[in-house]
């Protein structure tokens, strides 16, 4: 279906998007630092807001879903300010993740 590329470096929550996304039917990579815009190849980017700068990953060219811990508001008013498209607690992205994409990718 979509490439997605994933910017998680904790290897355990790394896996679980990877699998969730994977059997979704997704081609699925999985990166421990945003990439540069030169080497940027997704349809879509799903990452740790604890681990990217968000306005860095908002300026590259394919929708993203950022998520972070629920009681980390400064993380998540930074990617809503960066204008990210989804912006999601880590526990609603480990419930909807294949959904979410979905929503974007349509």
């Known amino acids: 279906m979509?490439?997605?590329?994933?910017?998680?470096?904790?290897?355990?929550?790394?896996?679980?998007?990877?699998?969730?996304l994977g059997a979704a039917?997704?081609?699925?990579?999985v990166v421990s630092k945003a990439p540069t815009s030169d080497s940027f190849?997704?349809?879509l980017i799903v990452c740790d807001?604890?681990?990217v700068d968000?306005?860095?990953?908002?300026?590259?060219?394919a929708?993203?879903?950022?998520?972070?811990?629920?009681?980390?508001?400064e993380t998540r008013d930074a990617g809503r300010d960066a204008g990210l498209e989804l912006v999601i607690p880590r526990s609603r992205m480990a419930?909807?993740?294949?959904?979410l994409a979905a929503r974007l990718l349509a």
């Open 2 to 20: 979509a490439r997605v590329l994933a910017v998680v470096p904790d290897l355990m929550l790394s896996s679980k998007v990877s699998a969730m």
């Open 25 to 29: 039917g997704h081609e699925v990579t």
């Open 41 to 43: 190849e997704a349809d």
């Open 49 to 51: 807001l604890e681990s």
């Open 54 to 61: 968000a306005v860095e990953i908002a300026s590259l060219p």
């Open 63 to 73: 929708p993203v879903i950022g998520f972070y811990s629920h009681v980390d508001i």
């Open 95 to 99: 419930r909807e993740l294949p959904d």
